[in-house]
């Protein structure tokens, strides 16, 4: 049995379909889980209750931990530890393999140009040093030899059918859409690197799959060469067929905007990824596996294909 904590989402609603390459014993975990493929097992429980975590990890051998709790340094803090020591204490009960799926806010500011797995974690915000905490965690269970377990970790990410947390979705393909101003945060003039959901999710397969791969964190296969904010803006506009107006949103508009719209108040504190470039190197990963990742061009041409036509 392999099983997903956390289903409903992009992520694990692609992993599912990607982990058919490896076993139909497939369980999906969250409150109301629905089937992705025929043969899925579906278990519907709360999983920041210990209990529940316990029994939907009994029975797995490989646990795949894709959920996200809402978008708020708050419910971080008084979520993520706690749960995640759930996790690993059930994975360690039941001797289940783990596959963190991870992003980069723990990563030193100084040094998202070119980020990969060494780069230096020194994280500036509160949301990256929860997810600083939780992946300390995880590792010093691995090096104690005390877990199985992998880290698979994503830039921000885009691709087709994402319904939520989708930045390029929410900022630029909507408004564009709507014949509306696309908006972007800090400076359009940066290069931002952005995986592609199926890409992420079929090499989380694969890691999960592949034993040597345990141990290790890996960044996910991401395309070389990102675009700025504003050519990102203009290849959309020219997909959609539409013209490429945009503004772009500084740090001080949106902590105001934030008064109002909580959400772009716990944006704030991340913007520093939009004032530098921010650039995803996965030649670990790529090379291992031999992945060529979705180029830019064809995930743009996806997402208008099957969400917009």
């Known amino acids: 049995m392999q099983t997903i904590l956390g289903s409903g989402g992009i992520i694990a609603t692609e992993l599912a379909k990607s982990l058919l390459d ?7 975990v969250s409150r109301n889980p629905k089937k992705v493929n025929p043969s899925d097992h579906l278990m519907a429980l709360d999983l920041t209750e210990q209990q529940a975590i316990h029994q939907a990890v009994e029975g797995s051998s490989i ?19 706690k749960f995640m020591k759930n996790v690993i204490s059930a994975c360690k009960k039941h001797k289940a393999k783990m596959v963190f ?10 040094h998202l140009n070119g980020m990969s797995e060494e780069t230096p974690m020194n994280p500036s915000s509160k949301k990256g040093k ?6 300390q965690m995880i590792d010093s ?38 014949k ?26 694969i890691l999960g799959n592949t034993e040597e791969a345990y141990g290790q964190v890996w960044h996910l296969p991401t395309a070389k060469d990102p675009y700025t904010g504003k050519e990102w803006i203009e290849k959309i506009a020219k997909a959609m067929d539409k013209r490429p107006r945009y503004r772009v949103l500084p740090k001080f508009m949106a902590r105001i905007l934030g008064w109002f719209v909580p959400i772009m108040g716990e944006v704030v504190e991340m913007m520093y990824q939009y004032d530098r470039d921010y650039v995803f ?29």
């Open 22 to 28: 490896y076993t139909s014993d497939i369980r999906l």
């Open 63 to 81: 646990v795949y931990v894709t959920i996200g709790f809402p978008y708020s340094s708050k419910v971080w803090s008084d979520t993520w530890p």
């Open 101 to 110: 799926f991870d992003n980069i806010y723990m990563y030193d500011r100084n």
């Open 130 to 135: 929860i997810r600083m905490e939780v992946f």
């Open 141 to 178: 269970e691995i090096k104690s030899g005390n877990l199985d377990a992998l880290v698979a970790r994503c830039a921000d990410y885009y691709g087709p059918g994402i319904a939520r947390n989708g930045m390029l979705r929410e900022l630029v393909f909507d408004n564009l859409a709507q």
């Open 180 to 205: 509306k101003k696309a908006n972007w945060l800090g400076s359009a003039n940066y290069k931002h690197s952005f995986t592609y959901t199926k890409d992420a999710a079929k090499a989380t397969a």
């Open 281 to 309: 190197n996965s030649d670990k990963f790529e090379k291992r596996f031999n992945f060529v990742p979705t180029t830019y061009e064809k995930g743009i041409q996806q997402i208008v294909l099957k969400d917009y036509s």
